[in-house]
Structures are given as C-alpha cells and as structure tokens.
C-alpha cells in the first residue's frame, strides 16, 4: 500500500487563488521530504528539499515566495503555490525517504489547473 | 555537479523481447541506485534498488550494476505492452535523476 499520501488529488481554481497541498508519510518519520514539478512531457523538476523543523532549501530559480513550504511535523509537509497563475499549471509530486541511502517514496501526485 | 545520463528514447521493442534500459552517473561515491516506472499522468513508482555490484533479479527485472563503470542498467524480459512507460534511474537518497527513457512494447 501506499506510505507516502499526497492530497488533493487535483486542483482546479481561478487566477490569484492559493493552493495548499499536503503531503504525509503513513508509517515512518520523514525529516525530510522532497517537492517536484513535472510540466507535460518533461522529466521531474527538483523545486525544494523540505527539512523538519527548518527553513525548506529551494532549487535555483524557484521562486520561496511564491512556493511556501511547511514541515512542522515528521510526518507532514505542505507546499503553498501562492496567488497562483496559469503558468503555475503543473503536476506537483512529494517524496520522502524511509531513511538514509533507501528509495524514496512518492506521492500520487497533485495536477493544479489555474483558470 | 551530480548527472545520471539516460538516453530519452523512445525505446521500442516488441511484445516478448528484452528489453535493456541504461544509465551512467558522475559521482563515484555514489552508494544506492534506483529504478524508477512512471506511467504517462502518473507519479514514479519504485521497481528495482541496487547497493553493490553485480545482478540483481525480480521476476521479469533485473538491475545490473558496475560501479568501476559507475554504469547501472535494468532488463526487462518478456516485455508486455503494459510495461510501456519512462524509466527514471536515481542516483542516492537525495535522487538525482536522469531525465529517463521512454519504452514502448508493441504488441
């Protein structure tokens, strides 16, 4: 079954909307966690490294302001694409790994649609 | 900089074949490799994990890897339509990617 749960599913809104989406592992403590983007046709897009407890390290030219990540828990994190537009519209993927050197885990993904 | 290199494919190969999907990586320390199937609209699922050199089997896959080479490759045999998707190698836990290899099986 599933170990990392990621939520919604998909998301359809209006410009200007922010959208939260979380991201769980079920059965083990991630302090760290791993957000991607993947445009239609083109590979995983690394955005940033979410750290338990601290600040998220963000990839070159991902915007931190634009893209809010929250890891208060072992088990929680959450990306905020803030004030979202079009260009936004992508499949958002979590991962997390069980522990040091093992696979990551990801999530089922999240397609974010902005009208 | 960390690279894995995969060529993009498409890879077609016929119902029943074998077929041989590689992978080459920059960082010689690295110490856990990582193959990853992901369907068209959907999320990577793990297949296979390599640590040490040499083969290793599950059911139809299997990962080969050389570290000397620092070369990891996974076979399919007795490919099926349904195997049709991209194979993503990953380099370590942080999971440097390569961009994958797209396979088409035809029937």
């Known amino acids: 079954g599933a170990v990392v749960s990621q939520h919604p599913s998909r998301v359809i809104c209006k410009s200007g909307t922010s959208v939260k989406i979380e991201c769980r592992s079920l059965?083990?403590?991630?302090?760290?966690m791993f957000w991607y983007r993947q445009f239609p046709k083109q590979s995983l897009m690394l955005m940033a490294t979410?750290?338990?407890?601290?600040?998220?390290?963000?990839e070159q030219g991902v915007e931190k302001d634009k893209f809010l990540i929250n890891h208060a828990s072992l088990t929680l994190s959450t990306l905020t694409v803030t004030s979202a537009h079009p260009e936004d519209s992508s499949f958002y993927i979590c991962?997390?790994?069980?522990?040091?050197?093992?696979?990551?885990?990801f999530g089922d993904g999240t397609r974010l649609s902005i009208l | 900089q960390k690279e894995v290199e995969q060529n993009s494919g498409p890879l077609s190969v016929p119902e029943g074949a074998i077929a041989s999907l590689n992978c080459t990586y920059s960082?010689?320390?690295?110490?856990?490799f990582f193959w990853y199937r992901q369907y068209s609209g959907k999320s990577p699922e793990l297949i296979m994990s390599?640590?040490?050199?040499g083969d290793k089997e599950d059911g139809r896959f299997t990962a080969q890897l050389n570290k000397a080479s620092q070369y990891v490759s996974l076979l399919i045999r007795d490919s099926q339509p349904s195997d049709s998707a991209t194979y993503l190698c990953?380099?370590?836990?942080?999971?440097?990617f390569g961009k994958g290899t797209m396979l088409l099986v035809s029937p």
């Open positions: 991962s997390a790994p069980r522990g040091s050197n093992q696979p990551q885990h």
């Open positions: 059965d083990f403590q991630a302090t760290t």
């Open positions: 979410s750290n338990e407890g601290s600040k998220a390290t963000y």
């Open positions: 960082d010689r320390g690295s110490q856990s």
């Open positions: 390599i640590y040490s050199n």
């Open positions: 990953a380099v370590t836990s942080t999971l440097t």
